[in-house]
């Protein structure tokens, strides 16, 4: 695959999140009885990213979840090559029974990684409410889900690839478009 175009690079990806983090506070009136959940891999490090901003910006620690949605995908099947998925667990440091859940993920394209996030969610607890913030948007939606804070949206063609790497993971930040 060709890289076609850098959509956000390390300075254009802290900006972004920056402008979440104001967002989510504005918008849930501060952070009191919030908790972020980053979705594994990426969105964990966004979620993070998050909630180090906002503890700058409210000098408050936020709680940072971690969600393993391997076992609730739809596509099971198609994305493992063997009999048994690799799970990786998920780690949620606080009961999100009544919080108000922000969950985290890098791209949304289809909208099935959010499903299963939220089958996931609604199994460990019950929320008052989620909220979902994305770096990328991608568009493309095979289900009715939408992101309520989104650092960009890209569109692009169902034969491209949007890749965000992050540091932490890849030794870079940036987002990427490829083309096949």
């Known amino acids: 695959m060709n890289v076609k175009a850098t959509v956000l690079d390390d300075q254009a990806i802290r900006r972004a999140l920056t402008r979440i983090a104001h967002e989510i506070i504005e918008k849930n009136k501060g952070i009191d009885n919030c908790v972020l959940v ?31 949605i391997t076992l609730y995908r739809d596509d099971l099947s198609k994305v493992t090559n063997n009999d048994e998925p690799l799970v990786k667990g998920s780690d949620i440091p606080t009961d999100i029974t009544s919080k108000n859940v922000i969950l985290v993920d890098d791209v949304l394209y289809t909208g099935r990684t959010v499903r299963a996030a939220l089958d996931a969610l609604i199994d ?6 989620i909220q979902l913030a994305v770096l990328v948007d991608r568009g493309h939606r ?23 790497q992050l540091a ?11 083309e096949k």
């Open 124 to 129: 460990i607890g019950r929320p008052e409410l």
């Open 38 to 68: 980053g979705i594994k891999t990426r969105g964990i490090y966004i979620a993070k990213r998050l909630a180090e901003r906002i503890e700058q910006i409210e000098g408050k620690t936020l709680p940072v979840g971690e969600l393993d």
């Open 142 to 164: 095979e289900l009715p889900i939408r992101a309520d804070y989104v650092g960009k949206n890209v569109p692009t063609a169902k034969s491209e690839k949007i890749a965000v």
């Open 168 to 178: 932490e993971v890849d030794e870079l930040d940036q987002v990427a478009i490829y």
